[in-house]
């Protein structure tokens, strides 16, 4: 006489037919493809530009102030009037005879952030 089967061995054998198989195969391509989609969209490709900040920010003529970033993330960071491509960090004096608005781009690929900064001068 055969033994009568439990719930649990049922379930367990089912795993093993070609049903099964295939349900825990397109299972495990579903948890894949949701991984890979979640770290396109939540990984941030984008840079991110912790801070942008100059010291200080209001001047007297012919006085400097220092420019500072720090950016993570990006292939490309650069501040225009004239700086140019600088490194992920770092800082720069400058002394504007005019109030003056400074601009970081920080680039990875296609996708840019940017921030601007004014100095005045008075």
Do not use: C, H
């Amino acid at each position: 006489m055969a033994q009568k089967k439990t719930y649990w061995d049922m379930q367990k054998s089912f795993w093993k037919t070609p049903p099964g198989v295939v349900i825990w195969f397109t299972a495990l391509l579903a948890i894949m493809a949701g991984g890979m989609l979640a770290l396109n969209f939540l990984g941030s490709p984008y840079p991110v530009i912790e801070f942008f900040d100059a010291e200080p920010e209001f001047l007297a003529p012919g006085q400097s102030s220092v420019l500072s970033w720090s950016v993570v993330g990006a292939s490309l960071v650069e501040i225009d009037q004239d700086i140019g491509p600088v490194a992920l960090e770092g800082s720069r004096s400058v002394s504007p005879s005019e109030d003056t608005i400074y601009r970081l781009v920080a680039v990875n690929g296609s996708r840019n952030r940017s921030v601007e900064l004014k100095v005045s001068v008075s």
